[in-house]
């Protein structure tokens, strides 16, 4: 009975640190930001380690090698919102200030949302906060 218990516990130790530390570890090491995305309602969103003006500069960045039209910026001093049309989608993004250097992106295609296509989008903003 002592060997089986002691056997679960290994089992679920060793799920437990295959499964989620690689993914924390290497989302945080390839992203720049927290590694945690969450898709709510059509919007997926992740916390980037890294001013509101760069992260606000990245996503401007983003739109512009996307070949994104009918940008309508709106840009306050802890809060800002883009409306634009990438490939006949409808893109909405919200930049958040969360601390000095900490901003939340916050990204929907499409009128459901498409996690995908908010996905590239992130790596995209990625890229240039890293640069």
């Not at 890294?50 to 309508?72: G, N, P, Q, R």
């Not at 909405?92 to 989008?121: C, D, P």
Request: include cysteine; glycine fraction near 10%; proline fraction near 2%.
């Amino acid at each position: 009975m002592k060997r089986v218990k002691w056997l679960m516990i290994l089992m679920i130790g060793s799920f437990a640190l295959s499964g989620c530390a690689p993914l924390v570890v290497g989302g945080a090491a390839l992203t720049g930001g927290t590694g945690a995305y969450f898709y709510i309602n059509g919007e997926l969103r992740t916390d980037y380690h890294h001013s509101f003006d760069k992260t606000w500069d990245a996503c401007e960045k983003t739109l512009a090698y996307m070949k994104a039209t009918d940008v309508i910026p709106v840009k306050e001093i802890s809060k800002g919102t883009i409306d634009t049309v990438i490939d006949g989608e409808k893109v909405h993004f919200i930049v958040e200030y969360k601390a000095k250097n900490l901003s939340t992106v916050s990204i929907r295609v499409g009128m459901l949302g498409n996690r995908s296509a908010s996905q590239r989008l992130h790596d995209k903003v990625t890229d240039y906060l890293l640069k």
